[in-house]
């Protein structure tokens, strides 16, 4: 335990004596520089953490946690098996869907895109597309009309507004003597979504189920039954029941599967982050140690005089660990501020760092989401703020033991 004449030398050493202002300097050099590599730590983290959990939540907000796909595309049977699925432990819902890609044709361009049927009910069941609707409305979806919402980024390509009519190209058509014509169909644009990931807003064409049959020509089958279960991270033991139940009506596929390279990707792009910017702090810290050195050494007479009015080596000791760790303390306390800071304003500092450079740095066709996302992980942050510690503590404990082990002979021979 430290004492009250420690704390007060260990105090003074951490402002500037006469002749100490290089010491002084290269010790707020590396406050500055822990301050930089806790706040760097946490904004990144952070960010990371934020785009895995908004990518994860809108994928398997569209997409479920798992799905059956029937045979050809093609689930004919599919009420009965769904019922059956419902009463797997584990399922919350089971959705009917149809999905085909086709092409979209408005005025001279063409794009490709993914219709998705859903019924009435599942569309406004949906928050990732219902509480995400820009313009328009979905209630203007009935089966039976020629209606369809399209995602933001499908109506900017396309040049296409609310009200305008595209025109959905099926490859499955017409068979004549000169081969398969291609079926044409106008629908009218009433809605208008942005869910948020570039891909999905660029393909997406939603319409009512039994327009969609109409539209594929699928006489009341549906091609996808989308699962939603109780705990996605436990999916292997939910399916197994599942997969037994479906037996040879179509094949189960989990989101693990279906995204496995995109999610194993960000954990090995996570962790790597985390330790190559770990690094600033080490080099921080090395900032610590040498300021401490230089400390040690230009307080040698000091050092001495202490010991011969009966201080102790782990006196010394006690007093040089603090001055080190309150450099390294102060550094975190400013890293924690500057970090939270950045993540607050960090939609500001893009956009403001763009226009200086002319370059786009959040480009949602290259990272998926419209935003940049953030969500700080409180555990997270505890073990970076004990790593900068205990860098800081380990970085103190040479230049104290040689100050503990300073011969007060040798220093005041000559004095």
């Given at each position: 335990?430290?004492?009250?004449?420690?704390?007060?030398?260990?105090?003074?050493?951490?402002?500037?004596?006469?002749?100490?202002?290089?010491?002084?300097?290269?010790?707020?050099?590396?406050?500055?520089?822990?301050?930089?590599?806790?706040?760097?730590?946490?904004?990144?983290?952070?960010?990371?953490?934020?785009?895995?959990?908004?990518?994860?939540?809108?994928?398997?907000?569209?997409?479920?946690?798992?799905?059956?796909?029937?045979?050809?595309?093609?689930?004919?049977?599919?009420?009965?098996?769904?019922?059956?699925?419902?009463?797997?432990?584990?399922?919350?819902?089971?959705?009917?869907?149809?999905?085909?890609?086709?092409?979209?044709?408005?005025?001279?361009?063409?794009e490709g895109v993914l219709?998705?049927?859903?019924?009435?009910?599942?569309?406004?069941?949906?928050?990732?597309?219902?509480?995400?609707?820009?313009?328009?409305?979905?209630?203007?979806?009935?089966?039976?009309?020629?209606?369809?919402?399209?995602?933001?980024?499908?109506?900017?390509?396309?040049?296409?507004?609310?009200?305008?009519?595209?025109?959905?190209?099926?490859?499955?058509?017409?068979?004549?003597?000169?081969?398969?014509?291609?079926?044409?169909?106008?629908?009218?644009?009433?809605?208008?979504?942005?869910?948020?990931?570039?891909?999905?807003?660029?393909?997406?064409?939603?319409?009512?189920?039994?327009?969609?049959?109409?539209?594929?020509?699928?006489?009341?089958?549906?091609?996808?039954?989308?699962?939603?279960?109780?705990?996605?991270?436990?999916?292997?033991?939910?399916?197994?029941?599942?997969?037994?139940?479906?037996?040879?009506?179509?094949?189960?596929?989990?989101?693990?599967?279906?995204?496995?390279?995109?999610?194993?990707?960000?954990?090995?792009?996570?962790?790597?982050?985390?330790?190559?910017?770990?690094?600033?702090?080490?080099?921080?810290?090395?900032?610590?140690?040498?300021?401490?050195?230089?400390?040690?050494?230009?307080?040698?007479?000091?050092?001495?005089?202490?010991?011969?009015?009966?201080?102790?080596?782990?006196?010394?000791?006690?007093?040089?660990?603090?001055?080190?760790?309150?450099?390294?303390?102060?550094?975190?306390?400013?890293?924690?501020?500057?970090?939270?800071?950045?993540?607050?304003?960090?939609?500001?500092?893009?956009?403001?760092?763009?226009?200086?450079?002319?370059?786009?740095?959040?480009?949602?066709?290259?990272r998926y989401l419209t935003?940049?996302?953030?969500?700080?992980?409180?555990?997270?942050?505890?073990?970076?703020?004990?790593?900068?510690?205990?860098?800081?503590?380990?970085a103190t404990l040479y230049?104290?033991?040689?100050?503990?082990?300073?011969?007060?002979?040798?220093?005041?021979?000559?004095?």
């Amino acid at each position: 335990m430290i004492t009250r004449y420690e704390r007060m030398i260990a105090g003074r050493y951490l402002l500037p004596g006469r002749g100490e202002g290089f010491i002084f300097l290269v010790a707020s050099i590396s406050l500055v520089a822990v301050a930089l590599g806790v706040a760097a730590l946490i904004a990144v983290m952070s960010v990371m953490n934020g785009f895995r959990a908004e990518l994860f939540d809108k994928i398997l907000g569209l997409n479920g946690h798992a799905v059956i796909q029937g045979y050809g595309g093609r689930i004919p049977e599919w009420q009965p098996l769904m019922a059956k699925v419902r009463q797997s432990p584990g399922i919350v819902s089971a959705t009917p869907l149809i999905e085909q890609p086709l092409m979209a044709s408005y005025r001279s361009r063409v794009e490709g895109v993914l219709l998705r049927g859903m019924t009435l009910a599942d569309i406004h069941n949906t928050p990732v597309i219902a509480n995400n609707v820009k313009m328009g409305t979905l209630k203007d979806l009935q089966p039976g009309t020629n209606n369809v919402a399209i995602g933001a980024r499908l109506a900017e390509a396309l040049g296409a507004t609310l009200g305008d009519s595209i025109a959905l190209i099926s490859p499955d058509g017409q068979v004549t003597p000169f081969g398969s014509v291609p079926r044409i169909v106008s629908y009218k644009i009433v809605a208008i979504f942005e869910v948020g990931i570039y891909d999905y807003d660029k393909a997406f064409v939603l319409m009512p189920m039994e327009n969609a049959q109409t539209l594929l020509r699928m006489d009341g089958s549906v091609g996808i039954i989308e699962l939603v279960t109780k705990d996605p991270d436990k999916i292997e033991a939910i399916m197994e029941p599942v997969r037994t139940v479906v037996g040879g009506s179509g094949v189960t596929t989990d989101w693990r599967s279906m995204n496995a390279a995109l999610f194993q990707a960000l954990v090995v792009e996570r962790t790597v982050m985390f330790w190559v910017l770990s690094i600033i702090i080490l080099v921080a810290v090395f900032n610590i140690l040498s300021s401490l050195i230089m400390l040690v050494r230009a307080k040698s007479r000091d050092i001495a005089i202490l010991r011969t009015m009966g201080a102790s080596r782990s006196s010394l000791m006690r007093i040089f660990v603090t001055v080190g760790t309150l450099i390294g303390a102060l550094g975190i306390g400013l890293g924690l501020v500057l970090g939270f800071t950045i993540l607050a304003f960090r939609a500001q500092i893009v956009s403001g760092v763009s226009a200086l450079t002319g370059a786009n740095l959040w480009d949602p066709s290259v990272r998926y989401l419209t935003d940049l996302p953030s969500k700080t992980d409180p555990v997270e942050v505890i073990g970076i703020v004990a790593l900068a510690l205990l860098l800081s503590f380990l970085a103190t404990l040479y230049p104290a033991w040689k100050a503990a082990n300073t011969d007060p002979v040798q220093v005041l021979r000559y004095e």
